[in-house]
């Protein structure tokens, strides 16, 4: 598709070229935001300001108002809309400024990458999960709150109701994960280092995780553009659908792949409290509400099992009394208070 093709798509009609004064302007503005809401990325402000100082902007009509400002990857420039404040950051002015870092090319000036997004010769992969990062990193940055929305049968916090919440929810799950610096370096940095870490996490379900980010956003695009009431139904049926999959499968493969990577009691203690955090991060089906138990409580049983197993496995390498760790297991008793706590605020939400 050609440039003038896509933007007419989009609903954006080019009116001038910023001034250099206004480039610099908003170059500052975002480094700022971003390194202050970052500090693991202070080291690259002077990378990151230069980058985007050398960024073509453009004002514009934009009759499509999906989002008041897009980056093209086809020019590699952004076009804001006309009545946009230019000189107060927003998370959408954020978002599409790191799309433009994030632009990697190869020798050929044909584009290869967008952070987690891989350009292939006939396919897109990662777009979903690179959006939801992407999103994560601009509400961060701009200081929104988290929020309880109810969003096509799943009730969720999100840190960003506008835009992509669901996703922006199974990223903050990630995020607990792996942790926010891994995210935010990688995403700005070096989309590969942060490939590695998710194949390093999720081993052989990742690329079925990323997938599942893509058919979520994939989905949404076809809602938007839906008219037939039914047909809305069946796709919001089918987001919430993926989305519970995909949290599920996050939370049961991140727990069950680094149980055998464990070695002391502390290990094992310290993931089975992260376990039993982890669910106030999830979303809820508000048809699992009036389920007996929930896949995330089924599931923790089963881990408990097994982290007491693997204790026992320590204690027995270490030569230690495998009776006291079976009979004095406080954490275990403290784990099953905790679900019955959680079980219980599930119940009056």
């Keep these: 598709m050609n440039l003038q093709k896509k933007l007419q798509n989009l609903g954006i009609e080019q009116i001038e070229k910023l001034s250099n004064e206004y480039v610099r302007a908003i170059a500052f503005n975002v480094t700022e935001a971003l390194t202050s809401a970052f ?20 004002t514009a009509r934009i009759t499509k108002q999906i989002s008041s400002v897009n980056y093209i990857y086809e020019n590699n420039s952004i076009y804001f809309d006309r009545a946009l404040d230019l000189t107060t950051v927003n998370e959408q002015m954020i978002h599409e400024c790191i799309h433009y870092i994030q632009d990697s090319r190869n020798k050929h000036g044909k584009l290869d990458k967008i952070g987690l997004c891989n350009f292939g010769r006939f396919s897109v992969f990662g777009l979903g999960i690179n959006e939801a990062a992407v999103q994560y990193i601009s509400a961060k940055t701009v200081e929104n709150n988290t929020t309880m929305l109810e969003r096509y049968g799943v009730r969720v916090k999100t840190i960003s109701p506008n835009y992509y919440p669901l996703l922006t929810n199974l990223i903050e799950q990630i995020v607990y994960l792996i942790g926010e610096d891994v995210l935010v370096k990688g995403i700005l940095n070096d989309g590969r280092k942060l490939e590695d870490e998710l194949l390093n996490t999720f081993e052989s379900n990742t690329k079925r995780i990323i997938n599942q980010f893509d058919i979520i956003i994939d989905i949404n695009n076809k809602l938007s553009t839906e008219n037939n009431p039914e047909k ?50 999830m979303g809820i089906s508000t048809q699992e509400r009036f389920l007996f138990g929930s896949f995330y409580d089924i599931k923790l049983e089963e881990l408990i ?45």
């Design 305 to 349: 099992s097994k982290y007491d197993r693997k204790k026992i496995k320590i204690s027995r390498r270490r030569d230690s009394n495998t009776l006291a760790v079976i009979s004095n297991n406080k954490i275990i008793k403290l784990i099953r208070k905790i679900v019955a706590y959680f079980s219980a605020q599930k119940d009056k939400q």
């Design 232 to 281: 809305i139904k069946i796709y919001q049926e089918e987001i919430s659908a993926m989305y519970i999959d995909t949290q599920n499968k996050i939370f049961s493969t991140f727990f069950e792949k680094i149980l055998p990577k464990l070695t002391t009691y502390q290990e094992v203690d310290y993931y089975m409290d992260k376990a039993v955090c982890y669910r106030g991060l």
């Design 39 to 58: 500090p693991v990325i202070y080291n690259d402000y002077n990378n990151i300001f230069a980058q985007l100082i050398n960024c073509n902007m453009y």
